[in-house]
């Protein structure tokens, strides 16, 4: 095992064609859109299962629809894997590196190993999740969390799309909803590489970094509520409008937060009733994404926040409600994984920087449960979830041949 691994750019090339090409939801514009459980997600995971036999894994599909592929001997079989992977669905539209990466780059690493009939004290276990965007079936990270026991696999399947289709009746149709026993179980380690969807990497000009965590997460639904009317009513000072209200709710926590380093805040929907043009709106809701460094300061903020709102609802004369009604908790990946990684790039001559992830991944979960670490892969611009997400190839290849030698080390 001293020799290092370099990747196969013809077949890395095929495996980001198998799951991007048009068959599998690929767009004209160069994205692909394949929401979980979908006709173009059976198409991938047909492909997928094709690909791992082709690499003599020994495949299984679990009660939410994870997929799995070992790659083991005589000698390791009964010890705990090193877990390996990500997930295949997209968002619609959606980039062709998003969770796709992961997969690709688990697969040409046992490729590798393979070819150089390399094995370690421990096998290796690829993995491609269910519904990890929540694009289609909220909310995200769905396989991930009912594998590690995070999600009750009869809560998951369950959910439901905006159509009213059902996460387990669609798994059932497309072929891919195995069975309870087929489930990760434990593991030694786990390893996910990810588009970084920043631009630290594409400002430093790197290939890779190095993820210490991700930051927690809260969503809340906030309802105001009054009186309404028409447009022509009341005079403006004697409205109690829960828009207005809203705007200076949106403003105030957005003040906040340009004040907090690693704060962040978004409202991304909002809806308003009856929502006619010259009717002040007796209704309002909106979302709150709240983002921060760490989990105290995340509820601080949230609590912060909270209390504001009050006060500009009774200012405004309206209403007001806040329901929190999920919650992604702060991850911390393993040191000493980070430690090899870091190790391994030195060896490979692969520059690269300590990261905090601020969107979810499977790892989250799979940190909740077991030893996991990330590593992020430059994209030009930051750019991701749409059509023009890029990974420049150099920046792939450092990043294959970091992932495919650090689990070298990691199944020693």
């Keep these: ?41 059976a198409e991938a995971r047909r492909r997928l299962v094709e690909i791992m036999d082709g690499l003599g894994l020994r495949t299984r599909i679990d009660d939410i629809g994870n997929m799995y592929g070992r790659y083991a001997n005589a000698d390791n079989e009964g010890a705990a894997p090193v877990v390996i992977g990500s997930h295949l669905d997209t968002v619609v539209p959606g980039g062709r590196y998003d969770g796709i990466l992961g997969v690709v780059l688990a697969l040409e690493t046992i490729a590798l190993l393979q070819e150089r009939d390399v094995h370690g004290s421990r096998p290796v276990e690829l993995v491609n999740f269910t519904g990890e965007e929540g694009a289609r079936f909220a909310p995200a990270m769905l396989g991930s969390g009912v594998a590690t026991g995070l999600y009750d696999v009869d809560y998951a399947v369950a959910r439901t799309d905006a159509e ?41 000009h790197l290939s890779v970094g190095i993820v210490d965590g991700i930051r927690p997460v809260t969503w809340s639904t906030i309802t105001l509520t009054g009186p309404g009317g028409h447009a022509g009513g009341r005079a403006q000072v004697d409205r109690q409008d829960p828009l207005v209200a809203a705007a200076r709710m ?73 329901d929190t009604y999920w919650r992604m908790p702060e991850a911390v990946f393993d040191e000493d994984i980070r430690t090899v990684i870091a190790r391994s790039a030195e060896t490979l001559g692969i520059q690269t920087m300590t990261l905090t992830g601020d969107i979810g991944h499977d790892s989250l979960h799979l940190s ?45």
């Design 368 to 412: 909740q449960v077991g030893r996991s670490a990330m590593l992020f892969v430059r994209t030009s611009g930051g750019i991701s979830h749409a059509e023009d997400e890029h990974v420049p190839w150099p920046a792939l290849l450092d990043a294959a041949r970091l992932y495919a030698n650090t689990v070298v080390e990691l199944i020693k």
């Design 250 to 322: 949106a403003a105030s926590v957005d003040e906040d937060v340009r004040a907090m380093d690693g704060a962040k805040a978004t409202i991304g929907q909002m809806n308003l009733h009856p929502g006619s043009a010259n009717v002040i709106p007796s209704r309002v809701t909106f979302n709150l994404d709240l983002r921060a460094s760490q989990e105290s300061s995340l509820r601080d903020l949230l609590n912060d926040t909270s209390e504001k709102f009050a006060v500009i609802a009774e200012e405004f004369g309206v209403t007001y409600s806040i």
């Design 164 to 204: 009213g289709a059902v996460l387990g009746e669609e798994l059932e149709r497309i072929g891919y909803a195995g069975d309870r026993h087929n489930r990760l179980g434990e593991f030694s380690v786990s390893l996910e590489a990810h588009i970084e969807q920043d631009t630290n990497l594409d400002d430093n």
């Design 1 to 41: 095992m001293s020799t290092s691994l370099s990747p196969d750019e013809g077949r890395l090339r095929s495996y980001f064609e198998a799951f991007t090409s048009p068959e599998v939801g690929g767009t004209t514009s160069g994205g692909v859109s394949r929401p979980a459980a979908s006709d173009m997600d």
